[in-house]
């Protein structure tokens, strides 16, 4: 199920124009900041290292996060698409 909310989130993202065909650079990575919000923007972050490691987890058959919670995340710098944000809010119960 979860996999199926990755590709739902992936193609609201896509709608809106937040998927992005450029990575951020290397060192945006190490940051130790919830999100990386220092280093990436919060869909960034979503693209690249939340929907990235989810789907490794479930390459690699191991345990997924519990409690994510990134829905409030989400509605502060995401407000303009709900579409968006109901997904996370999905994702958020899937994982809970």
Same mark, same amino acid.
């Given at each position: 199920?979860?996999?199926?909310?990755? *590709? +739902? #989130?992936?193609?609201?993202? &896509?709608?809106? $124009?937040?998927?992005? +065909?450029?990575?951020? &650079? %290397?060192? %945006?990575?190490?940051?130790?900041?919830?999100?990386?919000?220092?280093?990436?923007?919060? +869909?960034?972050?979503? !693209?690249? @290292?939340? *929907? @990235?490691? @989810?789907? !490794?987890? *479930?390459?690699? &058959? !191991?345990? #997924?996060?519990? $409690?994510?919670?990134?829905?409030?995340? %989400?509605? !502060?710098?995401?407000? +303009?698409?709900?579409?968006?944000?109901?997904?996370? =809010? =999905? *994702?958020? &119960?899937?994982?809970?």
């Amino acid at each position: 199920m979860i996999d199926v909310l990755l *590709i +739902e #989130l992936e193609q609201a993202m &896509k709608t809106h $124009g937040l998927w992005s +065909e450029t990575p951020p &650079k %290397a060192d %945006a990575f190490m940051s130790t900041a919830p999100f990386c919000f220092d280093s990436m923007s919060f +869909e960034n972050w979503l !693209q690249y @290292v939340f *929907i @990235v490691r @989810v789907k !490794q987890l *479930i390459a690699a &058959k !191991q345990a #997924l996060p519990r $409690g994510a919670n990134i829905s409030p995340m %989400a509605e !502060q710098m995401l407000a +303009e698409y709900v579409d968006v944000i109901t997904v996370i =809010k =999905k *994702i958020d &119960k899937a994982l809970s």
